[in-house]
């Protein structure tokens, strides 16, 4: 036998532990099912009664929800009782067998006995569902039209929630609440009143559902013939004396009372007569509520509401805001912070209604009264808790204005310090509107923004950097100085964890740096207003020299924190620099530039060796030499015939290329603000926006080189088509073969006669060449096993047999035979994970290039490139360590598989060289 | 109201009741964040937290939080007289109420509480009317 419910809160309260606290319940639950199941009535509502415990600790009790059913079904009163308690808590509004329960609750509800319709009642009031609701709402109007008042108080809080869960009910009980206005007993008055907001509320919704105007409905006009009646209700709550019964320190029903004044605020709301009628008890409620206990104050509030709710008189708003800017200096944390709450939602509401209107007189009281408090609202900031501090927060925010913005800016910078780091992103972007909004001047805006991010540079949002570095490019010249200088200073000052900071730092230094080499100084003009101030501190930066700017974004990378896109940035920045620099004659800075680009040249990152390498190409390029590819193996004959084909035509770049290139350094076009925020893009965009062209540009000055290339020199050169594969792969055994490999591949591109040589060669080659997207380690990786499928076919075609594959390792485009599935010309990058994050780039030139660098192992093919196939239609840029294989296969008809699609390849053409490797284009 | 809780100073539930229907994993956060938010508070610090879509508006009487859940727009103030006045309830019918009055007589409170409040909505203002009907339901059982 199962133990009884006061034994079972001693034993769970007996228990040390929580395992101990789960083997008791556990056990009794165990023991509860086996009642159920056999039925044993007698100990039915102990059993509830248990499991109420139970449920209130935290345990799954749904195994009771019939047993309350049958208690309820019981003729017995303590049955029913614990029957309808369990309903209510066990119970939730999904669960099925509530239904079950519906004629129950019909019988109970028309029992003589009160309690038990009064249980009854306030089980619908809590849990009934839609259908039990239109079911069940004839019986509960029948106790709203009489009977006693404790069952219809009960049935109007029934009623409300039988009218939330059926919406299209409300209009035939408009009616029956006047009647109950009447009433006498305050429980019904005050359920009523909540009653009757209910109804105005789910009717206005319905309104608008329906596309009605919510204020026109014929239950809102119903209800406004009431006002008089309430208004008489609340003066009389006023007006009557001491009644114990419904006192609350002194004052009578407080809780009527704002019932009341709540349901006046949705009456009076664009209503002018019903807020007519209001007016004056309202300003009797807000001139005699004694303000010295909560329950004053609850009824003082709710009337603020009021007030500022409705079309009010001018000067009973006066008085509201009077009444908020005395909650203000209340001592209690409460009452300050619901003025706080208050006062941010009225200025809202004013500025929402102001717009464009001519501020009416009471906007300004609002806002007049609260700038008269303001230092009361910057002191809330300081407070420690955090309700208070985030509603001063907010309302601060509202209250800057052109006349107290560099104040109240430098409180929420305080404020910014001193907050929990979670806060600071959203408190960052708000500084930033104000800043954007009121700011004075150019020199504070850029003066604020810096120092923001001087503090929450790591929390900032990417949005608020950006337009940081656009506000400063847009700002005079005399302020990119400054604001250069501030940086560095700040930069160096820092430990390299506002990335933020970082980020416009390096943006700014790589632009203006050379202004860094000039001294700045700058003397703040004395204000009007505070010429009273000793005289005015200017403010100096030293000159710099070149290597020490250098210098300091060197120090930013070079820390192991330091995230890839600072990094990606400072290689931005450093090609700048080497242009700013270029005719200052610092050798030593260029050529720690120099070398910092050439840094990441082998990065893992792609994205990192990708900027590495073109603006290397970019700045030799804009100073007219020519892209030359540096190799590890430089022994190796230039491919091309680039570098050393003496005195050759091709040697140098025309003017025109190296405009272009200059042209890529210069200085960036200020973007402008609003077509940037329209897109909603990253503003840094304007930042890397250069980076996307260069492959463009940078391909400019190789093009000249391109057209130098002919079969002649390929095959013309000692030892030329040497392949770039071995090259590459620079060390070790591979590269010993090459020469002899290379001539195999020539002599295979021509016969067609596979060799057991090339295979090895090829492999090896390959397992170097395709990794040139990753460091040393290079060697490790796995290297495709079959070379052939460099250009592997896209899993759609029909593929080579393994035989095919080894008898025509290299036989790309060449012989005819096989070749069900002479397949794309792709390139293969191993590390698929860079590639997809490449692929997924925005940039459309980077999608592009992306696209061929899938892995040619197919099983490791990249499912997303394949895909997305289609998106390539006209052009294409190949990285191929094998391109003379290409050009050497002559006239053939060359096809790759774009889409599912055989699409031949009408033309080819070299770009430029990348890293040992060809850009081509290829026309489709 | 949308929900109802009495914690404990050590985060022990002693009463709840949620007036609108949330799925279990739901309870469990608000209690969770009741636990988190509330008790860790200075007595000095004001009565209200905001949590999401709705606010916390608690009072401490002793070792016990009475905390309620209320919608944004919802008067706070008299929210915690509302509490204030279930409290007094409570006190009037166990005669000075303590904290195991609760955990043995759990559903003598929520009677006291379904009396006073239905849907989350203030149902009878006047503690007596609440004491009196809860005593002539007793005397009516046994």
């Known amino acids: 036998m199962s133990l009884k419910l006061r034994d079972l809160i001693r034993k769970v309260r007996a228990c040390k532990t929580a395992a101990e606290e789960r083997a008791v319940i556990a056990k009794e639950s165990a023991m509860i099912r086996t009642a159920i199941r056999e039925e044993q009535e007698h100990y039915r509502h102990r059993n509830v009664a248990k499991l109420l415990f139970m449920h209130m600790l935290g345990y799954p009790t749904h195994f009771g929800q019939l047993e309350c059913l049958k208690l309820i079904a019981s003729p017995h009163f303590p049955e029913k009782r614990i029957g309808y308690l369990g309903m209510m808590l066990l119970l939730s509004e999904e669960a099925d067998v509530l239904m079950l329960s519906t004629n129950s609750l019909k019988n109970d509800m028309n029992s003589k006995n009160k309690f038990i319709a009064g249980l009854s009642l306030c089980t619908i009031g809590n849990l009934a569902t839609a259908d039990m609701s239109r079911d069940l709402a004839p019986e509960v109007d029948k106790h709203l039209k009489g009977g006693m008042p404790y069952l219809r108080k009960k049935a109007n809080l029934a009623m409300a929630r039988c009218l939330t869960k059926c919406p299209d009910m409300v209009e035939d009980f408009v009616d029956r609440v006047v009647t109950l206005l009447k009433d006498k007993n305050h429980g019904v008055l005050i359920t009523v009143v909540q009653l009757m907001t209910q109804v105005l509320l789910i009717d206005s919704r319905n309104a608008e559902e329906e596309g009605e105007d919510p204020f026109e409905t014929d239950c809102r006009k119903a209800f406004l013939r009431l006002v008089p009646m309430l208004v008489k209700m609340l003066r009389n709550l006023l007006g009557s004396g001491y009644s114990p019964e419904y006192d609350v320190g002194g004052i009578s029903d407080p809780f009527l009372q704002v019932q009341l004044l709540t349901l006046l605020r949705l009456l009076g709301t664009q209503n002018e007569t019903a807020s007519e009628e209001m007016n004056d008890v309202l300003a009797q409620v807000a001139t005699n509520t004694e303000s010295s206990k909560n329950a004053g104050n609850a009824i003082l509030y709710e009337c603020v509401q009021t007030i500022m709710g409705i079309e009010s008189e001018d000067g009973l708003r006066v008085l509201a805001v009077n009444i908020l800017g005395r909650f203000l200096l209340n001592r209690d944390n409460n009452i300050r912070y619901v003025a706080l709450n208050t006062l941010s939602r009225c200025i809202v509401e004013q500025q929402y209604t102001g717009d464009g209107n001519v501020p009416t007189e009471s906007a300004n009281t609002a806002s007049a009264a609260l700038q008269k408090h303001r230092q009361t609202v910057v002191d809330c900031l300081k407070d420690p808790d955090i309700s208070i501090r985030q509603r001063a927060l907010e309302l601060i925010y509202y209250m800057v204005n052109q006349g107290n913005v560099e104040s109240l800016a430098a409180e929420l910078l305080n404020y910014l310090v001193l907050c929990p780091r979670e806060h600071r992103r959203d408190i960052c972007t708000r500084i930033f509107r104000v800043v954007e909004k009121f700011s004075p001047d150019d020199r504070w805006r850029v003066d604020t923004l810096i120092t923001m991010l001087t503090i929450a540079g790591r929390e900032a949002s990417r949005d608020v950097q950006s337009a940081t570095v656009i506000y400063i490019s847009r700002s005079p010249p005399d302020i990119h100085a400054y604001a250069t200088h501030k940086l560095v200073k700040a930069i160096r000052d820092d430990d390299g964890s506002q990335r933020g900071l970082l980020v416009v730092g390096v943006w700014c230094i790589g632009e203006y740096g050379d202004l860094l080499l000039n001294p700045y100084s700058y003397t703040p003009s004395v204000r009007n207003n505070d010429a009273t101030t000793s005289a005015p501190v200017s403010i100096t930066f030293m000159a710099l020299d070149a290597v020490s700017v250098v210098e300091a974004i060197k120090t930013i990378i070079d820390r192991h924190s330091c995230p890839e896109y600072v990094k990606e940035r400072a290689l931005t920045s450093f090609a700048k620099l080497s242009d700013r620099f270029a005719d200052k004659g610092d050798v030593a800075a260029l050529d720690m530039l120099a070398k910092l680009i050439k840094k990441h040249e082998v990065s893992h990152s792609l994205e990192l060796q990708l900027r590495s390498c073109e603006y290397a190409a970019l700045i030799n390029a804009s100073k007219g030499i020519k892209t030359i590819i540096t190799k590890p193996a430089a022994e190796e004959e230039d491919l091309f015939g680039l570098a050393d084909n003496g005195g050759d035509s091709g040697e140098s770049v025309s003017a025109s290329v190296i405009n272009a290139a200059k042209e890529a350094l210069s200085r960036m076009p200020v973007v402008d603000l609003k077509v940037l925020r329209k897109k909603q893009e990253d503003a840094f965009g304007s930042g890397t926006m250069p980076s996307g062209n260069y492959p463009v540009e940078a391909s400019a000055p190789a093009s000249g080189g391109g057209d130098l290339l002919d079969l002649n020199d390929m095959f013309g050169g000692e030892a030329p088509a040497s392949a770039p594969a071995p090259a590459q792969n620079g060390s070790s055994g591979g590269g010993g073969e090459a020469p002899k490999s290379d001539l195999d591949l020539l002599s295979d591109i021509f016969a067609a006669t596979p060799s057991s040589a090339p295979v090895n060669a090829a492999s090896t080659g390959g397992g170097g060449g395709f990794d040139i997207f990753s460091t040393p380690a290079s060697q490790s990786t796995p290297a495709p096993a079959n070379p052939i499928d460099l250009f592997g076919s896209p899993p759609a075609m029909s593929m080579p047999t393994p035989a095919s594959q080894n008898s025509n390792p290299l036989d790309i485009f060449g012989a005819p035979p096989p070749v069900q599935s002479q397949p794309a010309a792709m390139m293969a990058t191993p590390n698929r994970r860079q590639h997809h994050r490449r692929y997924d780039s925005k940039d459309a030139e980077y999608r592009r290039r992306s696209y061929l660098c899938f892995h040619p192992d197919e099983k490791n093919r990249c499912r997303r490139c394949t895909a997305t196939h289609q998106e390539i239609s006209d052009y294409l840029v190949l990285f191929l360590p094998c391109y003379p294989k290409l050009m050497a296969c002559g006239n053939q008809e060359h096809w790759m598989v774009l889409g599912g699609k055989r699409t031949p390849i009408l033309d080819v053409k070299l770009n430029t060289k990348w890293l040992g490797y060809d850009l081509l284009t290829l026309t489709l | ?142």
């Open chain 2, 1 to 142: 109201f949308n929900f109802f809780v009495l914690m404990s100073r050590q985060g022990k539930i002693r009463l709840s009741e949620f007036f609108q229907s949330y799925t279990e994993s739901e309870k469990r956060r608000i209690t969770k964040d009741i636990a988190a938010d509330i008790l860790p508070r200075a007595p000095k610090m004001c009565n209200i937290i905001e949590k999401g879509p709705y606010k916390f508006v608690y009072r401490r009487y002793a070792s016990l939080y009475f905390v309620v859940g209320v919608p944004l727009g919802m008067n706070e103030l008299i929210v915690l007289e509302q509490i204030h006045l279930f409290v007094e309830a409570l006190d009037g019918y166990f005669n000075s109420v303590c904290e195991l009055d609760l955990v043995f007589s759990l559903h003598k409170s929520l009677l006291i509480l379904f009396e006073m409040f239905i849907g989350g909505m203030l149902c009878e203002s006047n503690k007596r009317e609440v004491l009196k009907a809860i005593v002539e339901a007793e005397e009516m059982v046994e």
